[in-house]
Structures are given as structure tokens and as C-alpha cells.
T-cell receptor
């Protein structure tokens, strides 16, 4: 079966660093994505990992360990606008398509 | 143009109505997707079109009928829906599998559907 787990909710303070973990067990693997979704809005792409290691993009970094089925999203210098849901998604790769399987999402609340 | 557009933004319909949701992209993407998202839940894949052909149907009830008239357009026809079908319906697109790189999915703003 397909299983992607994330913490349901997290809180943090403005200016702090927060790490959102994601563990996955999927029948195929062809990359892991992190999306940000503000309430009532569409998900927006944050990062992509297909090889082990850390990818850094400004205040956001994402890490992948394929052998452990584990990823995390690191958010630095938190801002109030970072309050949103963060979705981990694995691209399983059945023949011919890019099927994304989303985790349950982590609702992050940033306090002043 | 890196945008996926969806119309309408909001839709209220009765259980006997027939309506359609529309999605459009002009990024040259050859894969397009429909997702359903309930409140505080992740998006759930419904359909995938690849090169205008239906490649995945996630056992979606036949009251939802997708259509891909051309490479830029994706429709979702709705008929005899139930109140539990009320949700945010998201369209997304991505490059085809022959492309290298991230091939992330770009999402539209969604249609908020309420079935009375």
C-alpha cells in the first residue's frame, strides 16, 4: 500500500527554525515534493528531491533519505506568512504517468 | 505564462443539476490532473490525462466525467452529485515524462463546489 505520514500540527515563533518531517512507504519512488497551501488556496510548489541529500532554496531547505523513506522540510527565519499547511508528496511512477501521492499535511502556525 | 486557471471559482448546485468545471493552461504541459480536496485533508487524485488520453481513473464514481478537448483544456462534467461531493476541486498540470527535471505539478486556484 501507499503510506505517507506527517505530523498533523506544529507551532513555532516568528524568527525561529522549524523542521517538518515526512516518512513514506510507497510501491514506487520517483521523487518527493513539498508544497505549501494557505487555507482556501491552491498548493504551491516549494521543493523537489530525487537524490539523497539536502536541497536549499532561500529560507527553505528539503532533505531526502531514500533508504530510510524519510524527508524533512526546514523553514528558517520564520515569518507570519509561513502559517500554512505543508504537504509532502511522493511521485510514484507507474507506467507512463506522474501520479502524486500526498501526505496528510502539516498545519504550521507561526506566532509573533 | 505559468498559470493554471479554473472556472468557476465557486459553484452551488442541486443534486439533479448538470454542471461543468473548466481548467486551462498554456505552459505546453501534456499531463493534466483533477484532484478533490475536502477541508483539512490533502488533495486526492481523481483523474490523470496524458497527451489528451485518460491514463488514470482512481475509481471515481461515474457521476464525475472528465474530458480533455485539447492539450490546453480539461473539463470535469458533473451530474447527479451528492452532498458529500462538496469539496474544493483542483486542476493541475505538468510536463510530460520525456522531459527532464522537476516536472512539478502546477495547481490552479480550484473550484469550491457545494452540492445541496
Amino acid at each position: 500500500g501507499q503510506n505517507i505520514d506527517q505530523p498533523t500540527e506544529m507551532t513555532a515563533t516568528e524568527g525561529a527554525i522549524v523542521q517538518i518531517n515526512c516518512t513514506y512507504q510507497t510501491s514506487g519512488f520517483n521523487g518527493l515534493f513539498w508544497y505549501q497551501q494557505h487555507a482556501g488556496e491552491a498548493p504551491t510548489f516549494l521543493s523537489y528531491n530525487v537524490l539523497d541529500g539536502l536541497e536549499e532554496k532561500g529560507r527553505f531547505s528539503s532533505f531526502l533519505s531514500r533508504s530510510k523513506g524519510y524527508s524533512y522540510l526546514l523553514l528558517k527565519e520564520l515569518q507570519m506568512k509561513d502559517s500554512a499547511s505543508y504537504l509532502c508528496a511522493v511521485r510514484a511512477a507507474p507506467s507512463g504517468t506522474d501520479k502524486l501521492i500526498f501526505g496528510t499535511g502539516t498545519r504550521l502556525q507561526v506566532f509573533p | 505564462d505559468t498559470e493554471v486557471t479554473q472556472t468557476p471559482k465557486h459553484l452551488v448546485m442541486g443534486m439533479t443539476n448538470k454542471k461543468s468545471l473548466k481548467c486551462e493552461q498554456h505552459m505546453g504541459h501534456r499531463a493534466m490532473y483533477w484532484y478533490k480536496q475536502k477541508a483539512k485533508k490533502p488533495p486526492e487524485l481523481m483523474f490523470v490525462y496524458s497527451y489528451e488520453k485518460l491514463s488514470i481513473n482512481e475509481s471515481v464514481p461515474s457521476r464525475f466525467s472528465p474530458e480533455c478537448p485539447n492539450s490546453s483544456l480539461l473539463n470535469l462534467h458533473l451530474h447527479a452529485l451528492q452532498p458529500e461531493d462538496s469539496a474544493l476541486y483542483l486542476c493541475a498540470s505538468s510536463q510530460d515524462r520525456a522531459s527532464v527535471g522537476d516536472r512539478e505539478q502546477f495547481f490552479g486556484p480550484g473550484t469550491r463546489l457545494t452540492v445541496l
